[in-house]
């Protein structure tokens, strides 16, 4: 069964403080996606991960894949108030196929 | 308007009525999407359309029916609409089948 397996669920950081966000996926796939998603609000795109070994990096956040281990991650520096919201990774399985499939989300909570 | 609409924003429904949530997009886009959005279990896909005149099912297809007449409208049809269906409805499209996906803004739509 395929899993697309983010943690934590749940985080909450202090303003200037770093953390990474994990998304693990069950089966083979070089296409990765990382959204944002703000409280009753549609989701914005992050990332575009297309590659193993693949890195973006865009203000205080940075995402990367390594699709060997079928892990990315995304990092969050010092992080401010701003960056409070829901953070999703979602997989195309297999590549080119007709369908993101998602993880269950990060509700991020940055602390003042 | 760049980008994607959908309408209503939101919807109170008795069960058992019929209802359509209209999609719009004006990137010409050729893949479009419906995902379901509800607590706890991220989004999922509804169904989907590769290009204009073809569907298909996604994970979650049973009560839904989609038609694609042409590349910008993607109609989403609860023929019979039951409790269960109530959730955050999202339409999205990406211009080819590997790339990222751009979400419309939502329907929360309620079933009683």
């Known amino acids: 069964e395929l899993k697309v397996e983010q943690n934590p669920l749940f985080l909450s950081m202090q303003e200037g403080k770093n953390y990474t966000i994990y998304c693990n996926y069950s089966t083979t796939s070089d296409r990765l996606y990382w959204y944002r998603q703000d409280p009753g609000k549609s989701l914005e795109s992050l990332f575009v991960l297309l590659s193993n070994g693949a890195v973006k990096q865009e203000g205080r956040l940075m995402a990367s894949l390594d699709t060997k281990a079928r892990l990315s991650t995304l990092h969050i520096t010092a992080a401010v108030h701003d960056l409070s919201a829901t953070y999703f990774c979602?997989?195309?399985?297999?590549?080119?196929?007709?369908?993101?499939?998602f993880g269950t989300g990060t509700r991020l909570t940055v602390i003042p | 308007i760049a980008g994607i609409t959908q309408a209503p924003t939101s919807q109170i429904l008795a069960a058992g009525r019929r209802m359509t949530l209209r999609c719009t997009q004006d990137m010409r886009h050729n893949a479009m999407y419906w995902y379901r959005q509800d607590l706890g279990l991220g989004l999922r896909l509804i169904h989907y359309s590769n290009t204009a005149g073809t569907t298909g099912k996604g994970e979650v297809p049973d009560g839904y029916s989609v038609s694609r007449a042409n590349t910008d409208d993607f109609p989403l049809t609860l023929a019979s609409a039951v409790p269960s269906q109530t959730s955050v409805y999202f339409c999205?499209?990406?211009?080819?089948?590997?790339?990222?996906?751009?979400f419309g803004p939502g329907t929360r739509l309620t079933v009683l």
């Open positions: 979602a997989v195309d399985i297999p590549p080119g196929a007709n369908n993101l499939f």
């Open positions: 999205a499209s990406r211009e080819t089948l590997w790339g990222e996906q751009f």
